[in-house]
């Protein structure tokens, strides 16, 4: 599933491609992935995009001269968008890309945003549980009002953090998924910030002490703006239109590293379940 650094991978390279281009027509191959809008080929033709903004792991499209008009887009779990230049260049990315995902438009192509300057923007999805979907500026508040603040924000208050984590009686990971508390945040990175703070995923969030509260904010924001520098770990096993190539899995320390040694103390890394999700941690490391 796209997290959010692969998300803002994605937002960065299509925003470098398409911002400033004008929208000539809309393909959409099924209507599940546009909720069932039968006007939005007609809304969005002659539009051009001005900007495109990012509230947890959503895409935010604005229009110029359109106040009242976005167009939201969530990857979900196997979403994927494709920017494809007029020499066939391709930029994006999402769910893990395979060879097959750069014939486009291809079999798992939702929707296709046609450019009139001859370039497109392919939206897949293989699950099609991802969605374009228009809304105006009181559906864009709505949506914005379900996600809490990012810890990659430069602001992200440490302290609040804290207080809000000695209300909450769950395991420390099933807090940190909940993106209405803390927005971004999936199970690659929970795995991995927890490792760092030397917190075990299972401990009740009001047991943590504000030490580790603190490292854990910090942890929680570098992972991701790590990720993001180096294009995530599902995002571009591919080179984009720019000759970019990059993959954040080499820099994991614990996921997906069971019953492998911990970097840090040797001992071996276990998995479990925690709030329905794979889990991996160092029994030594984190308490």
């Not at 400033?20 to 992935?33: L, N, P, R, Y």
């Not at 924000?153 to 953090?161: A, G, M, Q």
């Not at 080179?239 to 899995?249: I, L, M, P, S, V």
Request: glycine content about 8%; aromatic content about 8%.
């Amino acid at each position: 599933m796209p997290e959010l650094p692969e998300v803002e991978t994605v937002r960065l390279q299509l925003k470098s491609k398409i911002v400033g281009k004008t929208i000539s027509s809309v393909e959409v191959f099924h209507d599940k992935s546009i909720k069932g809008d039968n006007n939005i080929e007609d809304r969005l033709r002659n539009k051009t995009i001005s900007n495109i903004d990012r509230i947890g792991k959503l895409m935010i499209f604005s229009f110029v001269g359109e106040d009242d008009l976005f167009l939201l887009a969530h990857l979900k779990m196997t979403g994927q968008f494709f920017f494809v230049d007029r020499e066939g260049g391709i930029a994006g990315g999402g769910h893990s890309v395979a060879a097959t995902d750069l014939n486009l438009p291809g079999r798992h192509t939702r929707v296709t945003i046609h450019l009139k300057d001859r370039t497109s923007l392919h939206f897949n999805d293989m699950r099609i549980f991802g969605y374009l979907k228009l809304t105006n500026k009181k559906g864009l508040e709505v949506a914005k009002a379900r996600f809490g603040p990012e810890p990659i924000h430069p602001e992200f208050d440490s302290e609040w953090f804290y207080e809000k984590l000695k209300k909450r009686k769950a395991p420390i990971k099933a807090v940190l998924l909940d993106q209405t508390f803390i927005a971004g945040l999936g199970n690659i990175y929970v795995d991995e910030a927890l490792w760092r703070a030397k917190v075990k995923p299972t401990r009740r969030s009001d047991k943590v002490t504000k030490k580790e509260a603190v490292a854990l904010a910090t942890a929680s924001g570098d992972v991701m703006r790590e990720s993001i520098a180096v294009g995530g770990t599902t995002f571009q096993h591919f080179k984009d239109t720019d000759g970019r190539k990059g993959n954040f899995t080499q820099h994991l320390k614990v996921f997906g590293k069971q019953e492998q040694a911990c970097e840090r103390c040797g001992n071996a890394i276990k998995k479990i379940r925690v709030a329905g999700r794979g889990t991996h941690y160092c029994s030594r490391c984190q308490k």
